[in-house]
């Protein structure tokens, strides 16, 4: 029962990642849908982004974060 609400809370916020990216391509900034969006993303890759060096070209970020909620959803379902 947890491992399968485990599993459904990583797939979305995996896709609403996943999501957000691909939309920063294709939508301007102030799109409502870009910034919901962002309003969901953005705070979870702040964090990360306060520890990564600033001279990268590429955001690795939305790729560390999506490591870290996998990494946490093996983890979270091995323990119930």
Do not use: C
């Amino acid at each position: 029962m947890f491992d399968t609400m485990i599993s459904i809370i990583a797939g979305i916020l995996s896709l609403l990642i996943i999501t957000d990216v691909l939309v920063s391509y294709f939508l301007q900034p102030y799109h409502p849908l870009r910034e919901n969006l962002d309003n969901i993303v953005q705070p979870m890759l702040e964090i990360i982004r306060k520890y990564l060096p600033g001279n990268w070209t590429i955001d690795f970020s939305p790729i560390i974060l999506l490591l870290i909620i996998e990494v946490l959803r093996n983890f979270l379902q091995r323990l119930f």
